[in-house]
């Protein structure tokens, strides 16, 4: 089981970036999928999931209407884009897998205990 996440870098802020989860090992059409962030001295936050159909998102407060999580099974790859960046978005971003096709209540898919496998983690800058 991998999951390998790339895409960060610097950005000033306003700025635009487009993090990618690829995975391997597991069945990635049945997999929910999470993003979460840690900035230094912090604890890990919930960023956004996707459910394993798709047919539900869910977005931390500080980054709704500004970031969209998708998922494309062909390519067994998950997406975060990134718009409207502030300073304070900077961080290293997880992305989590559950692979298990679960069915989850409203808000469940920000519990990040239910996702079994994580990547390394990028790392994204954006400067004031």
């Known amino acids: 089981v991998q999951l390998q996440a790339f895409g960060g870098g610097l950005v000033q802020a306003g700025g635009f970036l487009r993090l990618s989860c690829a995975a391997s090992?597991?069945?990635?059409?049945?997999?929910?999928l999470s993003w979460f962030r840690q900035a230094p001295g912090k604890e890990r936050q919930f960023v956004a999931a996707?459910?394993?159909?798709?047919?539900?998102?869910d977005y931390a407060d500080s980054v709704k209407g500004r970031f969209t999580i998708a998922k494309d099974n062909d390519k067994s790859t998950a997406y975060l884009e990134m718009n409207s960046l502030k300073p304070e978005d900077t961080a290293i971003y997880y992305c989590?897998?559950?692979?298990?096709?679960?069915?989850?209540?409203?808000?469940?898919?920000?519990?990040?205990?239910?996702?079994?496998?994580w990547g390394q983690g990028t790392l994204v800058t954006v400067s004031s």
């Open positions: 090992g597991f069945t990635f059409s049945r997999s929910s």
């Open positions: 996707i459910s394993w159909g798709g047919a539900t998102t």
């Open positions: 989590g897998a559950d692979p298990h096709a679960r069915t989850y209540s409203c808000f469940a898919l920000r519990n990040r205990a239910i996702y079994p496998h």
